[in-house]
């Protein structure tokens, strides 16, 4: 049976199971056991947030989740490493693809946003992120972030003739949002729109674009603060490879592939904005 | 004085005044006449919709704004070409920036939303996107379409120290979204997250990152439909481009640079997903 992202047609959030069998019996969330569902090549199509991870965080409208492996089912305590393989994986293409996420919600979970018995469907959300931490137990875990999705004040229902291939049951999620603050466009202003990374400017009919790029993330759990010393000016692509990990800074302020270890290049200054080393080392700190 | 992009802090959304001249005094919309207040080398602050030009829309939580020159002010009728130019290339600037722009309706716009009399600041919008069209009156109007903001979920309170440089009033927009849908995602993977223009494909640790792009764009009012032939496989600098007009896409499928008119690269195309001329000739009537 093919896998099945966004929504089941029957089931409405806040739709409540009394056990994983109604869960998977529903089509909602099919493992009777795995608190994630998905595959790495295909992407997670729902998660179980119940409380088994010593290190989850819930925050009602945004979960903070803990990936698989490494942990003693009996306490939830981390007793080795966890990899970035199986439903970890699965949650990290989700991420990078858009793709929707069923998240249920059980019983044990965090007393303020989850049901008093069984388990509750709440809704799509999707992962705004992914990057590695040390738990407390002290060893390595992969977290997400998701974010409840809304549809978007501009979205337009689907329509037009169905398309070919058959993508199944149809959704629309969030892959991406850029924001903008002040203090990101005056860094953007600084570099005239020059990526700091690869030094391309795209030009457009108003001038340049470019993308103020968080070092330390913003939001939850991070808390990245929005000031300058925190911020790069770059093009959409690096800002991408920055956040998922592709590339990283060293306190040299040389761009790193990751995964080779190669360096790209230098990253480019501008006088009057240099990054924090600091953010540059949490942001490594996600990733190594 | 400069600028101020953003909230006015004595000024909460939903606040009333009689005249232009106190919404100039309360720093809401200097201008006395002009609906547009910005400049082209810093974009638009805030805008007045007061049903001025016949090609206005108006559906509350979007507006889409007609760009100024051409018209005549007793009959509101256009009777010459727009340029991007002042208040127009303000507002494209705003959307290439993210920056926020206060909206303020009139009494003699729409009904549905806007004051029985005198003049209401409706908060912040951020140009969501912009492009050429005919008006009614045949001549050519720019046209912009102003999304609603509303802080994100995953949003932090700025905090942290103040930085460097001043940026003055605080602000958070969004300056791009971007969705997935299951019919993006299709064509994603059809090429292997490969992008269409300029064959790079992003690496992360889940694989590849692509963007699909909807030639025609979604939303009104382009209504572009979900569908595969509507859809391209992008990285983000190209998705940025296109969106923003800055490549079009000739019916022999090439690509071609807009302002020069260079033929850049032919389309990369894979088996069983063409785009429809129809969708690639919708896209060039917002640029040409």
């Known amino acids: 049976m093919p896998r099945t992202f966004g929504s089941i047609s029957a089931v409405p959030p806040g739709a409540i199971f009394n056990s994983r069998r109604e ?8 493992p009777l056991q795995a608190g994630i569902s998905g595959s790495g090549a295909e992407g997670a199509d729902s998660i179980v947030v119940s409380g088994g991870y010593e290190d989850d965080a ?3 409208d945004v979960v903070v989740y803990t990936g698989h492996g490494g942990n003693d089912p ?20 989700s991420s990078d693809q858009g793709l929707p996420v069923r998240v249920v919600r059980g019983a044990g979970g965090d007393p303020a946003f989850s049901p008093a018995s069984g388990y509750r469907y709440d809704g799509l959300f999707f992962v705004a992120e992914y990057w590695q931490d040390i738990g407390k137990s002290g060893y390595r875990v992969w977290r997400f972030r998701l974010v409840q999705d ?6 337009t229902p689907a329509g037009g003739p169905a398309p070919g291939g058959d993508p199944g049951v149809k ?20 570099h005239d729109f020059v990526c700091q990374v690869c030094g391309e400017r ?27 010393k925190n911020v790069l000016c770059l093009c959409p692509n690096d800002h991408v490879r920055l956040d998922r990990g592709a590339i990283v800074i060293s306190d040299a302020l040389e761009v790193v592939d990751r995964r080779t270890g190669t360096v790209e290049t230098g990253l ?9 080393l600091q953010f540059l080392a949490y942001q490594r700190s996600l990733w190594k």
């Not at 869960?23 to 099919?30: E, I, K, N, P, S």
């Not at 809304?150 to 979205?155: I, T």
């Not at 480019?268 to 924090?276: E, I, N, S, V, Y």
């Open 150 to 155: 809304q549809p978007s004040a501009n979205e």
């Open 58 to 60: 819930d925050y009602g």
């Open 268 to 276: 480019r200054l501008a006088r009057g904005h240099r990054p924090d």
């Open 202 to 228: 795209l030009q457009t009919d108003s001038g340049g674009y470019a993308e103020g790029a968080h070092i330390r993330p913003r939001g939850r759990p991070h808390n990245g603060p929005d000031v300058i």
């Open 74 to 93: 009996g306490s939830g305590k981390q007793v080795a490493d966890q990899i970035l393989e199986r439903g970890n994986l699965a949650l990290a293409r």
């Open 171 to 190: 959704y629309s999620t969030v892959q991406r949002v850029v924001r903008n603050t002040a203090v990101t466009q005056w860094v953007k202003e600084l």
């Open 23 to 30: 869960l998977a019996d529903a089509g909602v969330h099919r």
